[in-house]
């Protein structure tokens, strides 16, 4: 557990300064230099929250899958049976619970990113070009991009 609660909270000062790298704020430019004006700011920056929510459940996630892969390998064994069946028990029950959780935190991150970050959300849908207002893009499934000429080659789409 204290293994556990100490990754938890170097995983918040990690995140906290990579988001404020994606979205900084509280501080003022001094010949250059960047100063803090307002820590509070700086630490709770705009997508602070969501990353931090994201990968703190990834990480339980992950974990539980862990858990639950050996508690099947037990189980499959027949070895330590009524622990495998238990462990196995608790990492479907956690997985039901938080998967949804993250798929909502996940597209809460997203829509966090694509009001301060819309380019890199442009990027990651593999889209080259803005389109008019109303036009719509497509849903680009597969592609591989052609950076010289800014398009996807053998582009898989579904339009708009």
Not at 119 to 125: F, N, Y
Request: proline content about 6%; overall charge negative.
């Amino acid at each position: 557990c204290m293994v556990a609660l100490g990754t938890l909270f170097s995983t918040f000062w990690i995140l906290s300064s990579n988001s404020w790298l994606h979205t900084p704020a509280g501080y003022e430019m001094v010949n250059g230099i960047v100063h803090p004006v307002d820590w509070w700011q700086v630490v709770f920056n705009p997508s602070f929250p969501y990353r931090l929510a994201h990968m703190a459940l990834g990480s339980f996630i992950t974990t539980c899958f862990v858990i639950g892969g050996v508690g099947a390998w037990y189980l499959r064994r027949g070895t330590h049976v009524e622990a495998g069946r238990r462990m196995l028990i608790a990492a479907v029950a956690f997985a039901a619970l938080t998967v949804p959780v993250q798929i909502f935190v996940g597209d809460m991150h997203g829509l966090n990113t694509l009001k301060h970050q819309p380019m890199k959300i442009a990027a990651m849908e593999a889209h080259w070009h803005e389109t008019k207002e109303g036009e719509g893009v497509p849903l680009v499934v597969f592609a591989l991009p052609n950076e010289k000429e800014e398009r996807n080659d053998f582009e898989v789409a579904i339009p708009k």
